[in-house]
């Protein structure tokens, strides 16, 4: 998380009025699409909600597949067998079976990843330390609809390039397909439709978005019922802190300067409720978010109005509180963490431009909780720390190097 310069937050207060703005989507009746937003430049693309059912994660160091619960995607793990199963196993029984949901915290864990036991399992298979390959070691049932269920076997992810299978559950229309990741670039994910099968570019460029109004199913308390939500996700590294309950005309960025966290829906969907009496949604009027953007400036969000699905129009007001210094001053750059995966210890090793005191290092788990914290110093140049872990499981964490005017974050994985 980046720190924030107090006496720049209160020189920009006097600029709010300005520049603030009201800001609305449309989903659309029934909520068809789902909507990507820009902070800075707004409406950044709009996609059919329903029409994929699988997502790859892209990018060398990420192994994540997620399922579209919003078009009624359902998987379920194939028990007692592995992959030289694939043409024997039946679904007797698949009532019983563990049903596998996508993590609405972290794009970093899909429906296929959340039952990782950490590094080096990925759920779905394991990765080879010698060549860095995936290798699928688990087989699958999806259900498509109400009445279609096909077998899938992911067979491997060879750096940036997925390759998975899948069939009816006779064993015909058996399919091998292979996404190659550089036809992706600049994208967090690319999408499959089985139903069509079709490879899918069905997202903006990475840098181009903020925000993803959207439907995504989340596990309700007290006893984790999964359930359809319409709300607002964030892109890979966008922050967020929520301000609630507060008086909307007074309430200060700078008392939330250590809230902000990497959870992907902090923004969430509970910014609204429905009244049962009077069969209308209302929003809370007490409640807003401070979002630093894909670029690190700050906005401030409150939302306005939710109409549901009769319409799938949202609206809120949008107010732009601070710019980022890092264009301008960038201060790191070139970090790494070293060895990785880190047992007890690991180095941090980055180059500074400039010597720095008071740099922050965080570790965030992937529920977006900070996990660790300390201050260092660093000299211009190369430098290396040695740092200590605490007790934490293994799995995979954030690492973010932060100062005042720059950050950077690096994926760190913890293996004991």
Same mark, same amino acid.
């Given at each position: 998380?980046?720190?924030?310069?107090?006496?720049?937050?209160?020189?920009?207060?006097?600029? #709010?009025?300005?520049?603030?703005?009201?800001?609305?989507?449309?989903?659309?009746?029934?909520?068809?699409?789902?909507?990507?937003?820009?902070?800075?430049?707004?409406?950044?693309?709009?996609?059919?909600?329903?029409?994929?059912?699988?997502?790859?994660?892209?990018?060398?160091?990420?192994?994540?597949?997620?399922?579209?619960?919003?078009?009624?995607?359902?998987?379920?793990?194939?028990?007692?067998?592995?992959?030289?199963?694939?043409?024997?196993?039946?679904?007797?029984?698949?009532?019983?079976?563990?049903?596998?949901?996508?993590?609405?915290?972290?794009?970093?864990?899909?429906?296929?990843?959340?039952?990782?036991?950490?590094?080096?399992?990925?759920?779905?298979?394991?990765?080879?330390?010698?060549?860095?390959?995936?290798?699928?070691?688990?087989?699958?049932?999806?259900?498509?609809?109400?009445?279609?269920?096909?077998?899938?076997?992911?067979?491997?992810?060879?750096?940036?390039?997925?390759?998975?299978?899948?069939?009816?559950?006779?064993?015909?229309?058996?399919?091998?397909?292979?996404?190659?990741?550089?036809?992706?670039?600049?994208?967090?994910?690319?999408?499959?439709?089985?139903?069509?099968? #079709?490879?899918?570019?069905?997202?903006?460029?990475?840098?181009?978005?903020?925000?993803?109004?959207?439907?995504?199913?989340?596990?309700?308390?007290?006893?984790?019922?999964?359930?359809?939500?319409?709300?607002?996700?964030?892109?890979?590294? @966008?922050?967020?802190?929520?301000?609630?309950?507060?008086?909307?005309?007074?309430?200060?960025?700078?008392?939330?300067?250590?809230?902000?966290?990497?959870?992907?829906?902090?923004?969430?969907?509970?910014?609204?409720?429905?009244?049962?009496?009077?069969?209308?949604?209302?929003?809370?009027?007490?409640?807003?978010?401070?979002?630093?953007?894909?670029?690190?400036?700050?906005?401030?969000?409150?939302?306005?109005?939710?109409?549901?699905?009769?319409?799938?129009?949202?609206?809120?007001? #949008?107010?732009?509180?601070?710019?980022?210094?890092?264009?301008?001053?960038?201060?790191?750059?070139?970090?790494?963490?070293?060895?990785?995966?880190?047992?007890?210890?690991?180095?941090?090793?980055?180059?500074?431009?400039?010597?720095?005191?008071?740099?922050?290092?965080?570790?965030?788990?992937?529920?977006?909780?900070?996990?660790?914290?300390?201050?260092?110093?660093?000299? #211009?140049?190369?430098?290396?720390?040695?740092?200590?872990?605490?007790?934490?499981?293994?799995?995979?964490?954030? @690492?973010?190097?932060?100062?005042?005017?720059?950050?950077?974050?690096?994926?760190?994985?913890?293996?004991?």
């Amino acid at each position: 998380m980046k720190k924030l310069n107090i006496f720049l937050i209160n020189l920009i207060l006097f600029q #709010q009025l300005s520049a603030q703005t009201t800001d609305s989507i449309s989903m659309n009746p029934g909520y068809t699409d789902e909507v990507y937003w820009s902070l800075p430049s707004g409406n950044a693309g709009s996609f059919p909600i329903n029409g994929w059912e699988l997502a790859f994660r892209l990018g060398l160091q990420t192994s994540s597949i997620f399922i579209n619960s919003a078009n009624g995607v359902s998987l379920f793990h194939v028990p007692n067998t592995d992959t030289s199963g694939w043409a024997t196993f039946d679904t007797t029984g698949i009532t019983s079976w563990k049903e596998l949901f996508n993590s609405d915290t972290s794009w970093e864990y899909g429906a296929f990843d959340i039952s990782s036991t950490g590094f080096p399992d990925f759920s779905w298979g394991d990765y080879d330390l010698n060549t860095h390959i995936v290798t699928g070691d688990s087989l699958y049932i999806i259900k498509l609809n109400s009445s279609t269920y096909k077998k899938l076997w992911i067979i491997k992810k060879d750096f940036g390039n997925w390759t998975f299978r899948y069939a009816n559950l006779d064993n015909t229309e058996d399919v091998t397909v292979t996404i190659n990741g550089a036809d992706f670039p600049n994208k967090n994910f690319a999408y499959y439709s089985i139903t069509n099968s #079709q490879t899918l570019n069905s997202e903006p460029d990475n840098s181009a978005w903020d925000l993803l109004f959207t439907r995504y199913l989340t596990l309700l308390p007290p006893d984790n019922t999964p359930y359809l939500v319409s709300g607002v996700l964030t892109n890979v590294g @966008v922050e967020t802190a929520e301000a609630r309950p507060v008086d909307l005309s007074t309430v200060d960025l700078s008392n939330y300067t250590d809230s902000f966290t990497s959870n992907i829906s902090q923004i969430g969907y509970d910014w609204k409720y429905f009244d049962m009496t009077l069969n209308e949604y209302f929003v809370e009027d007490s409640l807003c978010y401070f979002v630093k953007s894909i670029n690190s400036d700050i906005y401030k969000i409150v939302f306005k109005s939710f109409e549901g699905s009769s319409t799938g129009n949202i609206s809120w007001e #949008q107010t732009f509180l601070l710019t980022s210094l890092s264009p301008i001053q960038k201060q790191l750059e070139s970090a790494s963490v070293f060895p990785n995966p880190v047992t007890n210890y690991f180095d941090l090793i980055f180059y500074a431009r400039e010597s720095l005191s008071n740099v922050d290092i965080e570790v965030y788990n992937v529920d977006g909780r900070r996990v660790m914290h300390t201050l260092i110093d660093a000299n #211009q140049g190369l430098n290396q720390k040695k740092l200590t872990l605490p007790e934490l499981a293994s799995g995979v964490y954030l @690492v973010n190097i932060s100062t005042l005017n720059d950050g950077i974050n690096l994926k760190m994985v913890v293996a004991r």
